[in-house]
């Protein structure tokens, strides 16, 4: 029987180094390894919610590499487009532990296996057996071919009529420049029907200043959902038919780590989008998943079972 996915994204996974203890990173004894990366924590959330997802990338053959194809098989996610080069390695990262506000990520990652994913790894009938593809941006950000690699899966999937995300997920120190990063992700945003920014995000995007304005700046350019998102608020949302409204964020017992949080925010949008939940829902759902993420240090840690995202669901009504 050929392959059904319900779902497809591509990107750069990393090995992930978290440090257990406080302090500069330079001065950190112990870390723990986890796998990271915005496009494999969306795979893993939606596999775990068993929406069948399949993960493109380019890894190198090495240690960390199979530490990345192992953690993602275990998650049941398909992994049978991944590619692999004797030439170039897998990517890696540290992250700082701190008590609040935004750890500090490091990343090495110049040259990778996975930025040298190019048109020449697309397979169609893998995408073409999906029915939804999630982007981010990080991914037009690491080289031109995986930029190519992007333009030409969001044009693909469109054209046979599948549904595409796109998180723009910042990362300026990946771009040569602001201008060159704002311009990209404008340009990508045209080409998506749900757009996942957060509020800095959009802010820096379109130079405009509230959710109700960020979000009729895509609305404008074709985008048919737009959720802006709020932090511990929660999100806002509007599509293109008119629908709107603010949805309230959940209840958080203590932060750990904010990293993470966008992606959880992303499968909940996405996983209930596709089971054809309303917006609002969906939207909840979004928030419900961010909040359970910000409370684990790793960044795939606090992506729940389905039993897990009903049990949080209903214990926060
Ligand atoms: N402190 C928090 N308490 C509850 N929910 C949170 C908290 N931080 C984030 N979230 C949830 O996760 C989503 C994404 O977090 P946010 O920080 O806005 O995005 P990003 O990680 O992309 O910067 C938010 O919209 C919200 O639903
Ligand atoms: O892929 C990258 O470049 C990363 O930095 C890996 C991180 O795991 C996610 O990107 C977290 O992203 P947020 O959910 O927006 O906090």
Known sequence: MSKQLNAVTFGEPMAMFYANETGPLHEVTSFSKALAGAESNVATGLSRLAHKTGYV????????????????????????????????STGMLIKSKVLTGDPKVEYFRKNSAASKLSLADFDESYFASAGHLHVTSISSALSKSCHEFSLHAMEFMKKNGKTVSLDPNLRPTLWPDTETMV??????????????????????LTGLETPEEIAGYYLQRGVSLVVIKLGPEGAYYKTATGEEGYVNGF??????????????????????????????????????????????????????????LEQFMNASV
Not at 185 to 200: E, K, V
Not at 282 to 288: D, E
């Open 57 to 88: 990338t380019k890894l190198g053959e090495d240690n960390f590499g199979q530490f990345i194809a192992m953690a993602l098989n275990k998650e049941g996610i398909d992994t049978d487009s991944i590619t692999y080069t004797k030439e170039f």
């Open 183 to 204: 311009n990209t992700i404008n340009d990508l945003a045209t080409r998506c029907d749900w757009f996942l920014p957060g509020l800095s995000e959009g802010k820096i």
């Open 251 to 308: 209840k958080v017992k203590e932060v750990v780590d904010t990293v993470g949080a966008g992606d959880g925010f992303a499968v909940g949008v996405i996983s209930a989008m596709l089971e054809q939940l309303t917006v609002a829902e969906a939207v909840k759902r979004g928030n419900a998943i961010g909040a359970l993420a910000v409370m684990s240090p790793g960044d795939m840690d606090g992506l729940p079972t389905r039993e897990g």
